[in-house]
Every structure is written in structure tokens, then in C-alpha cells.
């Protein structure tokens, strides 16, 4: 990114300039870190370190009780894995079916801008609208509290991104590398998955790793189509509804476990990050 | 191998019309190239061949067989692209394989094929290199192995040369005809170079605005070019354009040029088609025909006359003087040492026999 | 001949010619030709599919619904006009649940951008360990909702979380403050969780924008003689407006589904003042299985929301095919 102040201006209010900018900056970068810590430390504290005035920041003994417990008796563990299966599948079907899309619309401008529309659109449509219906339908198809039900629903709550930020990786593509390989003789399936996509790779895996940061952290669905057997992690923390206080440390393990994948994945694709926020509309 | 066959072509992009109308013939393992200005329709043509356009109106046969709507992967055609379009992401085996593979050609043939055309092209030692690690030249050997390995029918270039430099161009030219010899198949070649043209074709097919303008071997549009268009765009340089009147005394033709100068003798037994006399012409003569006086008396044929010269222009084995015929500027081909300088009196033979005769109004030759 | 390429003679060429024509085609045939042809719609069709199947068909299946009594309490599914909607539109709670929404909509997009628009100005110019500071500014942008809820539940808790704690030290006289069962505070305890959360989303896209400003506009303010604030008015505001448009409505749209962070943070309560319209309908439909209801208050809702949702869409993507 270009660097540059946004209000020019003679060297003495530069230097009050630079005591303000830094003063919103790190109150910031607190905002940002204290909570987190707050969580990630209580997930080590013994219990008896909850109740206190002034508040533990750091426990004497440290321990990891509250995974334990948090994985297994609160059954953490299956929705670890429920949402590690579930977010994995359906972020391969996300990116097969987008980049599908995405392709047909980058090269072939196929069904104009009303089928865009139509797609991108899917993106703000509020969960509370299609909830109801679908949980009735999911009922019936037998896809209630099933992992391939919420596989199917998240693929398509996430196409959207998926078929948006591989369109503006596909729409650069020298088309000359395409004609080449059909007059070599591929057909344009072949066209697609053997030139085309291994070209778009790094688009298509930055728009993967947003599908499955927003599979990972969504809760509404997985709180209406799911019971006992596909649950996901977000859906665990129901249990924590309620704060009797016996429970901060499990709350907070499990939160700490649901974090660190998030974290790290969201690090890997920084420098997407205003393309997939704005599904493309920006570069960044 | 096969011949290629056009019927009445038609084909336009939005509101504009690339291609009008073009009736072409190309027999087997001939040589051919399309050349002209851009925007006369040659690339437009030769995609239509490959298949990567679709045609509105018209027939594009190949073999005999007619491939309107066939893609282009079951029309057997290869293509060598401007800016070689090399799979960044494949080898050099990679990308010349990919034809095969692709069609499922068991490994040792794989084998077999891209060594053997890797070895013809002398790029055997870059099987293993990435595209982005090749020179200009050597990436065009690719591009040109790919389309060797699998022995199409037809080969079509578009442009392969234009993004080398000069002295590789030269280079490569000669490879490419070598090429042609090699294996003989039907070659379409696309350039605006007209060097190139002249150099590679078999025969040469001129564009304009969507039209064939003229089509032959490479020496008969040169000397005996059947418009305007065509004269001035062969040969560099340029053929020199006089503008005059034909007139006719007795059987024979001459050129008037105006007062000033001498009436130009044409030869005996030119038709012209029957132009009336006085009617306006342009007289074309290219400047290896306007040389210096040689001999006590003129060639047959040939007109002598005295002219001081105005700018001399040296290119080291030649040297082009100019000077001016009733007001018109002459360009004329001397030997490198032949001339002193500006404003040097000199005779000069205008080889008339070669002279061509236009009709200014339609462009065409008399 | 140049010398990384093989030297080739032409008697040796003459004596070795490329190989026949490999075997015809394994796998062409009327299939794939017929597979070319229609391409293009053949890989939207599978995309298309499941949005039908998941988002129309449900919409439309739903309409029914609206007009029927489909209560689980209740058998049988009779026709009952526009019963359903009437209930809506007569349930106090219902209009309260989106005074709510509107109102928290509008203030945390509004703090979220002016928090940002300085964060952004603040980051802007090029400074030592900026990278690894916008790597920290934007972790909030990738974590589920419901744990934001659940850490500022925690954090906001009386009587032994941090907040009041610090508070307390900070203004010097002890503070106990009920976050999360006292209005206004837990309005602003809402406020405080999503700011925490999306601030960044304003923050990058906006320092995005920033970027694109060329520099030449700033040259010439600057010989212009206008300073500090006036620049920021009068040439970075107006260049920003589209992007401010994008981010808004973008972050607007999507704070009106607030319901993660509600559920987590106060569960609607106390009472059921901090109801939004995603949680109430939630409410009526799967606590209290009052399913058509439920429906006709999303077709309400989701008709209120169309047009935002049509003008933004169609910003996007006229500036995808700028």
C-alpha cells in the first residue's frame, strides 16, 4: 500500500500529527489485544483465579484442566471435528463450483449481468429469511442434524465469495494461453482445469481460505439445522449460556481452540484481504 | 497434409466488418502468406481457419472437408501464437507434450515425439526449463515444437516474429523456411512485414480492408502489382508515383508529364485497356529502375534525361538519390560511391519497359 | 548458429522428419463436442442448482407458508389469509425488535467508520513495524461472532471481570456497572462487542481507498496553500465517497442480521430489550414454533431490506466492470 498523509500540512503539526496518529494506533492495537488475552488467559486459570477483585492477570499455576474438560465432558471435541470435516468439504465444493462459475462468467460473460446480480446478491440475504423454510425442507429431505446437510448449506451461503474473487483472478488471464491449448487440441474442460485454473491458483486459494474462515465461525445456520450428531464448534458455546461462573475456563479453552485456526488462516491471506472483504469490488 | 479451401468469408466484430467477402485457395504443402496493413482482416482470417472465431457467412474447408462449426481441437490445424503463449506453469516437455497427453498418446510415444521435434529445432538440451527461463528465440523454438509434435495438417502462424528483435528476426526467418522444406505442409503465415512475405511465401495473398487485393507468387506482385495498393506496399522502398497524362500518338504510348519535361515513351504492344487519350494516369517505377546513365545510348526502351539531384540518403551498399521530373519527386537506386552529393548534375535512365500504369481514380493497373 | 542451441545440419534434418500423426482422439466424439458447445452453461449450472434449491425454492416455499397455518402446535395446515402478517405487524415486540436493529445498525456503522476513517488515516503514511501492526489491527475480522459475544460477556462482567476493574482505576472511584443487565449499558455493551469486531473491516477498506488517492491531488492542495483539516475535507473525503458508499452499505447490510453476538451477549435480554428482528423471528419460530408467523416476519423483513440490497449490488458490480 501507497504510503502517504492524508492531511499535508508544515513540519510543526507533522510532529503533533505523528503523537496523535500513534496515540490511536496503539489505544487501538490495546482495544484489539486486551479482551483476546483476557480469554486466552482464562482458559489456563485454576478455577479459584475466576472470583477475584482485582482480577488475576496472570495465574500463579497455570493449568489445562479446562481443555480437557471443555473437549470432552462439554463434547468439544465433536464439534471440533464436526466443524473441521464440515468446513473442509464444504470448502471444496465451494471453490469446485465457483471456480466452475466463475470461469463461465469471467470468459463467456454468460447470462449478462442479471445472473451476476442474481449471485451476488446471495450475499446479503439475511440468514432469517431462508432459515424457517429451509430447516422445514431439511426436515423432509432428512438432512436435519446431518453433516452433509450443513455441507450443503454452507456451500451455498459461501458461493458467492468463492465465484466473486476467482472472477476478477480469471478475467486477467492472458486469453492467448487458452486458445493455445484448444488448438493443441484440449477440450475446454480440459481447457479449464489444465491451463486455466493452475494459472489462477493463488486467487482461487486466497477465496478458499475466506470460505472456510466463514464456515468455521458461522453459527446461525448450524445453530437451526443441527442437534446432536452434527453440531459444529460455535454451537458448543450454548452450553456456556448462562455464566454460573463454573464454567469460564472451559468457555474460554474451547474459545482459544475455535481462535487459533482462524487466526492463523487470516494471516495467510492478508494481503486479499480487501478483495475478499468487498468480494472483489476492490483491489486493495 | 491438406489444402485449404475459403468460399465467400464474411465475418464482423460488433458493427465492423473484418472480413468481405474472401475466396481463397491454398493447395496442399504450399506456402502461403496473408499480408497487408493491420486492421485488413489477415489475424481475423487465420483464427477463422484455427476455429477460435466463428464465421457468419461463408466455408472454410480443410482436406475437403468442410469444419464451419468443428472446434478447433478435431480440425487438426496448429497454431504459433504472436507472443508464443508458452504454459508458464510447464515445462518445456510439458508444454510441448501437452497435445498428447491430452489425448491420452502412451508415454514412450510422448516420448518419442517431443525429443524428436525438440531435436529438429535444436531445443533438446531445454526440455527440463521453464518458459519464463527462455530467451525470445528459444521460446519461439517451443512454440513451434508444440506445434510440430503432433504433425497437424495445416500450420498457421500468426505473427511469430513480430516480438523478436531484427537480427533474430533474420534468423528465424530462415529457419522457418527451412522448416517448410523439412516437413512440407500447408503453412498460412500471417505478417505485415512485407519482407517477410517475400522471403517465406510460395505465393503471397494481400489484404486491405477485408478484401483480397492480389494474390500470387512473390515476384508477380512485385513486378507486375495489379493496383496501387499493392505496388507501394511491396518494396522498399518505395516505387516512385508520377502523375501525368497518357497520350497517344499513332499506335504507340507515351507519359506527359507536363511542359517542362520530355514525353515518356512506353513500350510498343501495351493494351491499357483501352484508356482514352489524355486521360489521367499515374505512372509507377520502382527506384532499381531509375539508375544512372549506362552505356553510350540508352537500353531499348529505356528514356535518358539530365536532372540534378537534391538529397542524397546512403545505406551502405546502396545509395538512393532524389531528385525531381516536372516537379514530382524521383527516387532512384544508385551504387554506394556513384554519387557525390546534392546538386550534382547526373543522367539518369528510366527503365521504362518496367514502369507500371495506373488509373488513379480506381487504383488499378493499366 | 548461436550457442546454447544444438547445431543442426540440414542433411541431418533431411534424414529425420517428424514422426506420423499420433492416433485419433481417445474420448472425443459427439459427447464432447456436444459438452463444448453448451459449455458456458454447463459450469454455472451446477452453482445455479443449489441456489435455486436452497435459496428460491425455500422463498418460494416459504410464501406459502406465509399464508397458512403452519404451527407445530397447531395440526393441519389451513388457509389463513394474511392472519400470519397481522400478527407480525400487531406484536409490539416485533416493531420494537426492529427499532432495535435499526437503531444498533446505524450506531456501530457510524462509530465503525469514524474509528476506522482515523485508524486509516493514522495508518496511512509508512512507518516502521506497520506490517506487523495491521496484522494484529485486523484478528478481530476472523473470529466466529458468537466467541466475540461470549469474551465481552466475559470481559463486561460484574461483579469480577476486567472491565469494571479497570474502569475503576481509571476514574478513580470504584465502578459497578451491569453490563449486560441494565439498559443502556447493555446497548452499549452490543455497541462495544461489534465495534471490537468490525471496526477493522472499515479500518482496511478504507485505508485501501486512502491508498488509491493519487499523489499528485495532495501536491496540488498543498501549492494551493490548504492545510490539515480543509485537505482532509476537501480532497481526501470527496475521493474516498464511493468506497465510504461500499463499506457502509456492505458493513449496513450485514449488521442488520445481528443476532451472534445477541444471543451470546445478552440473549435478547433484559427483558427483551436488546431483541433484534433476526432474534425475535428466532424467537416465534423455533422456541415457540410459531412457524408462519416466524415467515411472514422474514418476508417483511427481507422485503424492507431488498431495496438496500438492490442499490448495493449494483454499485458492486459496476465497479467489477470498471
Not at chain 1, 463454573?246 to 479453552?253: D, F, K, S
Not at chain 2, 485449404?4 to 496442399?28: C, E, M, N, T, Y
Not at chain 2, 484508356?275 to 544512372?292: C, F, N, S, W, Y
Not at chain 3, 493514522?122 to 489491527?137: Q, T
Request: aromatic letters at 10%; charged letters at 15%; proline letters at 6%.
Amino acid at each position: 500500500m501507497a504510503a502517504r498523509s492524508a492531511t499535508a500540512g508544515p513540519s510543526r503539526w507533522r510532529r503533533r500529527g505523528d503523537l496523535a496518529r500513534f496515540a490511536i494506533i496503539g489505544l487501538f492495537i490495546l482495544f484489539v489485544i486486551v479482551p483476546l488475552y483476557w480469554v486466552v488467559i482464562t482458559s489456563i486459570k485454576p478455577s479459584n483465579d475466576y472470583l477475584t477483585v482485582p482480577p488475576v492477570w496472570f495465574p500463579a499455576e497455570p493449568t489445562i484442566v479446562h481443555y480437557t474438560a471443555a473437549l470432552f465432558s462439554y463434547r468439544g471435541l465433536q464439534g471440533l471435528v464436526n466443524s473441521l470435516i464440515i468446513a473442509s468439504v464444504s470448502t471444496v465444493l465451494s471453490a469446485i463450483l465457483g471456480t466452475m462459475m466463475a470461469y463461465s462468467l469471467a470468459r463467456f460473460n454468460t447470462g449478462g449481468q442479471h445472473l451476476a446480480f442474481w449471485v451476488l446478491s446471495q450475499r446479503f440475504l439475511p440468514p432469517v429469511a431462508i432459515i424457517l423454510p429451509i430447516f422445514l425442507l431439511f426436515r423432509s429431505w432428512g438432512l436435519y442434524d446431518t453433516r452433509i446437510g450443513l455441507i450443503i448449506a454452507y456451500t451455498f451461503m459461501t458461493l458467492p465469495i468463492s465465484v466473486w474473487m476467482m472472477y476478477a483472478y480469471f478475467r486477467q488471464l492472458p486469453r492467448s494461453l487458452e486458445e493455445a491449448a484448444l488448438v493443441d487440441g484440449l477440450s475446454r474442460w480440459q481447457t479449464m482445469w489444465m491451463v486455466a485454473v493452475p494459472l489462477a491458483a493463488p486467487g482461487i486459494a486466497a477465496a478458499s481460505v475466506f470460505v472456510f474462515i466463514a464456515v468455521w465461525t458461522e453459527f446461525f445456520f448450524a445453530l437451526v439445522l443441527t442437534s446432536r450428531h452434527a453440531f459444529t464448534l460455535p454451537t458448543v458455546f450454548r452450553a456456556f449460556l448462562g455464566f454460573q461462573g463454573a464454567q469460564y475456563g472451559e468457555a474460554c479453552a474451547l474459545a482459544t481452540t475455535s481462535l487459533v485456526p482462524s487466526i492463523i488462516l487470516g494471516m495467510l491471506v492478508q494481503r486479499h484481504l480487501v478483495r475478499g472483504l468487498t468480494l472483489g469490488a476492490l483491489r486493495g | 497434409m491438406a489444402n485449404v479451401k475459403i468460399s465467400g468469408l464474411h465475418k464482423s466484430f460488433g458493427g465492423v466488418q473484418a472480413v468481405r467477402g474472401v475466396d481463397l485457395d491454398i493447395p496442399d504443402r504450399e506456402f502461403t502468406v496473408l499480408v497487408g496493413p493491420s486492421g485488413c482482416g489477415k489475424s481475423t482470417l487465420l483464427r477463422s481457419i484455427a476455429g477460435l472465431e466463428d464465421v457468419e457467412q461463408g466455408t472454410i474447408e480443410i482436406g475437403g472437408q468442410v469444419v464451419n462449426g468443428m472446434r478447433p481441437r478435431d480440425r487438426d490445424v496448429a497454431m504459433v501464437f504472436q507472443d508464443y503463449a508458452l504454459y508458464p506453469h510447464m515445462t518445456v516437455f510439458g508444454n510441448i507434450s501437452l497435445s498428447l497427453r491430452a489425448r491420452g498418446t502412451p508415454k514412450p510415444e510422448i516420448e518419442a515425439r517431443v525429443n524428436r521435434a525438440a531435436e529438429m529445432l535444436g531445443i533438446r538440451a531445454l526440455l527440463a526449463r521453464y518458459p519464463r527461463q527462455l530467451s525470445g528465440g528459444q521460446r519461439q523454438r517451443v512454440a513451434i515444437g508444440r506445434a510440430i509434435v503432433r504433425n497437424p495438417r495445416v500450420f498457421l502462424f500468426d505473427e511469430p516474429l513480430s516480438n523478436l528483435d531484427a537480427q533474430l528476426r533474420d534468423e528465424m526467418r530462415g529457419e522457418i523456411k527451412r522448416l517448410h522444406q523439412e516437413i512440407a505442409t500447408t503453412m498460412i503465415y500471417v505478417t505485415h512485414d512485407q519482407i517477410e512475405a517475400m522471403t517465406l511465401a510460395d505465393r503471397i495473398v494481400l489484404l486491405r480492408e477485408g478484401k483480397i487485393e492480389q494474390q500470387g507468387a512473390p515476384l508477380d506482385l512485385f513486378e507486375r502489382p495489379a493496383s496501387l495498393f499493392v505496388a507501394g506496399f511491396l518494396g522498399s522502398p518505395k516505387m516512385n508515383f508520377l502523375q501525368g497524362k497518357l497520350v497517344r500518338s499513332g499506335g504507340a504510348y507515351a507519359i506527359d508529364l507536363g511542359e517542362e519535361v520530355p514525353k515518356l515513351a512506353l513500350p510498343p504492344g501495351r493494351a491499357f485497356n483501352g484508356a482514352t487519350d489524355g486521360a489521367k494516369v499515374i505512372l509507377g517505377l520502382r527506384p532499381e529502375h531509375v539508375g544512372r546513365a549506362a552505356g553510350a545510348q540508352p537500353a531499348p526502351g529505356s528514356q535518358r534525361l539530365e536532372t540534378t539531384i537534391e538529397l542524397v540518403q546512403p545505406t551502405g551498399s546502396r545509395s538512393y538519390a532524389s531528385f525531381r521530373l516536372a516537379g514530382q519527386p524521383v527516387l532512384s537506386e544508385l551504387q554506394a560511391h556513384d554519387v557525390s552529393g546534392p546538386g550534382e548534375r547526373i543522367t539518369i535512365d528510366l527503365n521504362l519497359p518496367r514502369a507500371t500504369v495506373f488509373d488513379p481514380e480506381t487504383g488499378r493497373a493499366l | 548458429m548461436r550457442p546454447e542451441l544444438d547445431p543442426v545440419s540440414v542433411t541431418d534434418l533431411a534424414t529425420r522428419g517428424p514422426l506420423p500423426p499420433p492416433a485419433r482422439w481417445r474420448g472425443g466424439g459427439a459427447l464432447s463436442a456436444w459438452v463444448d458447445q453448451h459449455f458456458k452453461w454447463l459450469m454455472v449450472a451446477p452453482a445455479v442448482l443449489l441456489i435455486l434449491a436452497l435459496s428460491i425454492y425455500p422463498l418460494l416455499f416459504s410464501l406459502w407458508v406465509n399464508f397458512v397455518n403452519y404451527d407445530f402446535e397447531i395440526p393441519g395446515h389451513d388457509f389463513v389469509g394474511l392472519q400470519n402478517f397481522r400478527q407480525i405487524v400487531n406484536d409490539p415486540l416485533a416493531w420494537s425488535s426492529l427499532i432495535t436493529t435499526i437503531f444498533l445498525s446505524l450506531a456501530v456503522v457510524a462509530i465503525e467508520f469514524l474509528l476506522g476513517l482515523g485508524l486509516a488515516l493514522a495508518m496511512v503514511r509508512m512507518f516502521r513495524g506497520r506490517g506487523i501492526i495491521l496484522s494484529i489491527l485486523i484478528i478481530p475480522l476472523f473470529i466466529s461472532p458468537v466467541i466475540v459475544g461470549q469474551s465481552w460477556a466475559l470481559f463486561l462482567q460484574r461483579p469480577f471481570g476486567p472491565a469494571d476493574y479497570l474502569l475503576s482505576q481509571l476514574l478513580g472511584h470504584p465502578v459497578n456497572i451491569s453490563w449486560v443487565g441494565e439498559v443502556p449499558w447493555v446497548y452499549i455493551a452490543i455497541v462495544i462487542a461489534d465495534v471490537w469486531q468490525w471496526t477493522p473491516f472499515m479500518f482496511v477498506v478504507l485505508l485501501a481507498g486512502l491508498a488509491a488517492i493519487p499523489a499528485h491531488l495532495y501536491e496540488a492542495a498543498e501549492l494551493d496553500g490548504i492545510s490539515g483539516l480543509r485537505v482532509l475535507f476537501y480532497v481526501t473525503l470527496p475521493q474516498l465517497a464511493p468506497i465510504i458508499f461500499l463499506a457502509v452499505t456492505f458493513r449496513l447490510l450485514d449488521a442488520v442480521k445481528l443476532f451472534d453476538v445477541i444471543f451470546m451477549l445478552t440473549g435478547g435480554g433484559p427483558g427483551t430489550a436488546t431483541y433484534t428482528t433476526s432474534f425475535y423471528l428466532y424467537q416465534i419460530g423455533f422456541q415457540q414454533f410459531h412457524l408462519s408467523t416466524a415467515t411472514a416476519g422474514s418476508w417483511l423483513f427481507l422485503i424492507l431490506l431488498s431495496v438496500v440490497i438492490m442499490v448495493l449490488v449494483r454499485r458492486l458490480l459496476r465497479a467489477e466492470n470498471a
